[in-house]
């Protein structure tokens, strides 16, 4: 079982570039979500989606976008690279949206480490 | 203004002595608290949820507690194989959803 797959594992761009880094998961879950973490920080949203079709922002949206058109995939795209984009991303999902009660915990795959230079 | 502060930032451990780690939230009307652990070049790793105060959850040598306030790891007898970071989270309302919003982490070290 694979579980939540995130590709590239590692990537460099150059300002100003666009590149669509990956995740699929192989687990039929409803809710996808993409996370950076940086030094120093807690993990912080970018993008959430409930189910294929529907997407929606998270804490810091800007400069990203994403898409879902079938359950499995939620690709993250960086429309034109800046040097604050640089960070770990994660990809999570979970069975359910996060809710009061719901025994529903994430599951994230392993990152895509980004630099910008 | 940050909702989830993890204390301490670091913290190194010889082999077999406990400790906690601690998770104080703002967030009012709690929906859930989640711990999770991180080895490095990982991504987090589901442990426990905690829903309501008073609630204990155990996994081997960790047990999560909840109060009104705050959330406590507590590692028992640790072994090298415990060091990681581990990060706390809760959920908080957002525009009719809830986001996990998680803490910075506390980094542990336990030597052998």
């Known amino acids: 079982n694979a579980g939540v797959t995130q590709t590239p594992k590692f990537q460099v761009l150059k300002t100003g570039q666009s590149m669509t880094l990956q995740c699929a998961q192989d687990?039929?879950?409803?809710?996808m979500s993409w996370y950076r973490q940086d030094p120093g920080m807690g993990l912080r949203l970018i993008h959430y989606s409930v189910g294929a079709g529907i997407t929606d922002q998270g804490e810091v949206p800007n400069g990203y976008n994403v898409s879902r058109s079938t359950t499995e995939d939620f690709p993250l795209r960086l429309l034109s690279a800046a040097p604050s984009q640089t960070s770990v991303y994660f990809c999570?999902?979970?069975?359910?949206?996060?809710?009061?009660?719901?025994?529903?915990?994430?599951?994230f795959g392993n990152g895509t480490r980004l630099t910008v230079t | 203004e940050d909702q989830v502060t993890q204390s301490p930032e670091a913290l190194r451990l010889q082999e077999g002595e406990s400790s906690s780690l601690n998770c104080s939230y703002t967030?009012?009307?709690?929906?859930?608290l989640f711990w999770y652990r991180q080895d490095p070049g990982k991504g987090p790793e589901f442990l426990f949820t905690l829903y309501s105060a008073g609630e204990e959850k155990e996994k081997e040598r960790l047990k999560a507690t909840l109060t009104k306030k705050e959330s406590f790891l507590h590692i028992t007898a640790p072994k090298p194989e415990d060091s990681a970071t581990y990060l706390c989270a809760v959920l908080r309302p957002s525009g009719g959803s809830y986001i996990p919003t998680f803490g910075r982490g506390t980094s542990l070290i336990v030597h052998p």
């Open positions: 687990m039929n879950h409803e809710y």
């Open positions: 999570a999902s979970s069975y359910s949206r996060p809710g009061p009660r719901k025994d529903s915990p994430l599951h």
């Open positions: 967030v009012s009307g709690l929906r859930g």
